[in-house]
């Protein structure tokens, strides 16, 4: 499922980031990586949210499609 599916306040394991190399190295970036863990806190204004290894980010609906959840 991709986290722009998700619920506010689910907690899931990253299975596989998509997209092209720009998004991908950015998310990385951020820690997210295949097998971590992320939370969606909030969507705000076609932003969202996330929690990752104990630090929060807002990423865009694009991003939040290219994050595929288990």
């Known amino acids: 499922m991709p986290l722009?599916?998700?619920r506010v306040?689910?907690?899931?394991?990253i299975e596989t980031i998509s997209?092209?190399?720009?998004?991908?190295?950015?998310?990385?970036?951020l820690g997210c990586?295949?097998?971590?863990e992320?939370?969606?806190i909030s969507v705000?204004?076609?932003n969202y949210i996330i929690n990752?290894?104990?630090s929060r980010?807002?990423?865009?609906?694009k991003m939040a499609k290219a994050i595929q959840l288990i």
């Open 4 to 6: 722009s599916k998700a």
């Open 57 to 61: 980010y807002a990423i865009d609906k």
């Open 44 to 46: 705000l204004a076609g």
């Open 9 to 13: 306040g689910h907690t899931g394991l």
């Open 38 to 40: 992320i939370t969606l």
């Open 33 to 36: 990586s295949e097998g971590e």
């Open 19 to 29: 997209g092209n190399d720009k998004i991908r190295q950015f998310l990385f970036s």
């Open 52 to 54: 990752v290894k104990d």
